[in-house]
């Protein structure tokens, strides 16, 4: 899958988000993921000397990337889509209150 390192770096995002935000619905972290995403996209329209440098270490290229592409972002959208989905389904299934109960020790 061509996408596939993006659509995993855009759900990643979005289980940041997640665990951070654990009482809110799925759809707030999704789509502050997607934004977030969208923006870093964005960025690399912009040019400079010392980004350019970061782009080009490994780091860089992972965290930014090193080209825009209008599908990176239609792929970032899908990949949230469908982690924030199955987030509500698992939270449906077993109960937020359950899943925080269970971490917590006795």
Not at 9 to 33: D, E, F, H, K, Q
Not at 38 to 52: G, I, K, N
């Amino acid at each position: 899958m061509k996408y596939g390192g993006s659509a995993l770096w855009a759900v990643m995002i979005y289980w940041v988000l997640r665990l951070a935000w654990t009482r809110v619905s799925a759809v707030a972290p999704a789509l502050v993921a997607g934004v977030i995403a969208t923006l870093v996209e964005f960025s690399r329209l912009y040019h400079s000397a010392w980004l350019d440098a970061f782009r080009a270490s490994l780091a860089g290229a992972v965290l930014l990337g090193r080209y825009f592409s209008v599908r990176n972002i239609v792929a970032y959208w899908v990949a949230i889509a469908a982690g924030a989905l199955l987030d509500a389904i698992v939270l449906g299934r077993f109960g937020h209150r359950a899943l925080l109960e269970s971490k917590q020790p006795r």
